[in-house]
């Protein structure tokens, strides 16, 4: 397991969590803390203009993640789910363009007035089947993101890393996952899971659980701050070959999104080397 | 599958839904609204006393779905968990005295300060393994319910019915689970879980999963105001050869809680004909 105590190589800013900024100050800001990886959001991308992006994450040699993100595969009619492949095309192209290591795919929830949880699974594995061909063609591997079960029903129906890896089998080459610390600590078959997931980890993002939690999405905890073993899933994603960054991606309301970026850098750089 | 529309004999109705009546009234307020389960919670059985709880069953011919709750096995120190082991033995004593179908485990979340969560269901299955002779002595089945992973950090470090089957495996004779929608709904492996658990399904609790939800524990909804798939999960439950009654247990600090009781269990009636 590498000692990143001192090494701060791995340490990575997932957009999100210092979302007040816009994309080139985040670049800059990263760049200024000496923090060489990101992971942008497609918002951000484009009000900055991809080419634009692309230039600066170059200029600055910042290596990217993940783009966040393609999915969101299920609506109520054909037309919705067209276009979320369509988007999802896009969104291929623009990971390609800023030279991302993947595209991170959130599945979608139910579709508005739905209760059909095993349809809306399926509109979910024939969406990635249908863009698996252009990202395949792109060399953009797709990081299919297990996200917490208490999202189901409105963002992601995919909430196991065995059901995620399960796709990953069927749809074959060009797909893989995110591993989450928030999202799955809590699976009693996570250590297996994490073996399973050998050689097909595409990025390794990390917060903390807070307790009490008081939002389902948007009170996150800053490393060190919660009751996730950190280092012991870790340990067990690098036994199961991950070599790559720790991604901060911190959804924080109440906290850590009211206070200058800059300064949340800080905490963080500090909280990875105590405590990823 | 049973058609519940014209057939009250299967609702039950779960203390925690009218809390703010004490049991005494609850048990009537049932009685008068033509319901014959009811699910009483310890508090108020304490509060009652628990041989008074059993007369006045007993004259309202109630059948006692479960008791809730015995476990919250998990503890920093030993003292603090053979006091969990102690209360669970009292616990069984009450189940037994007022006659409950079995008695529900709410196993614990992590001990204050601990992230070790493989040891804490260590400590639950122990915690269970400590109470079981007893359990089995009094003839009271041990219900060991999966909550909801987003209860993991506080609440229950069982989290899905695999899970608790896996515990059950274990720990054999005199133990089963609770069927609870609002913990399992979003389950991948649930149709294969609900299969396995047959003859093992000690009680069925219904709510329904809102969106968006606003609260990890006390935001749940009433039957046919979310996107459960109610009828879908009570055709493989009974499939499994479940053939007990449906218990409303709805937290629900925002809405439900803030009514009248006795208005609760008619849109309670209401709901169980059309959505249960």
């Known amino acids: 397991m590498r000692d990143l105590t001192d090494d701060l190589r791995w340490l990575a800013i997932n957009s999100a969590t210092i979302k007040s900024w816009p994309l080139d100050q985040q670049i800059e800001g990263c760049a200024r803390a000496g923090i060489t990886g990101i992971a942008p959001w497609r918002n951000g991308l484009a009000d900055l203009g991809v080419s634009r992006a692309r230039e600066l994450l170059r200029a600055h040699q910042m290596t990217v993640t993940c783009l966040c993100r393609g999915g969101m595969f299920t609506a109520a009619d054909a037309a919705g789910r067209k276009a979320a492949i369509d988007d999802n095309r896009r969104a291929v192209d623009e990971a390609a363009e800023i030279g991302a290591r993947c595209l991170v795919l959130v599945a979608g929830g139910l579709p508005a007035g739905s209760k059909d949880i095993a349809g809306a699974r399926e509109q979910i594995r024939d969406g990635i089947a249908a863009m698996l061909p252009q990202a395949r063609a792109a060399n953009m591997p797709l ?6 079960p208490m999202t189901a029903a409105d963002r992601c129906l ?3 890393l065995d059901q995620a890896l399960d796709l990953c089998d069927e749809l074959g080459a060009g797909t893989g996952v995110v591993v989450d610390v928030y999202h799955v600590w809590w699976d009693p078959e996570l250590p297996a899971a994490i073996d399973r997931a050998r050689g097909r ?3 390794y993002h990390v917060c ?3 307790v009490p939690t008081t939002d389902l999405v948007e009170d996150r905890g800053m490393m ?3 009751v996730i073993d950190l280092r012991g899933i870790r340990a067990m994603v690098e036994e199961a070959g991950y070599a790559g960054h720790c991604d901060v991606e911190i959804f924080s309301a109440r906290n850590w999104w009211k206070r200058d970026p800059a300064e949340v850098l800080q905490v963080a750089i500090e909280r990875y080397r105590k405590f990823v």
Request: no cysteine.
């Open 143 to 148: 990081a299919i993101e297990p996200l917490h």
């Open 158 to 160: 995919i909430n196991t």
């Open 201 to 203: 980890i595409l990025t």
């Open 208 to 210: 903390d659980w807070l």
């Open 224 to 226: 060190g701050d919660g």
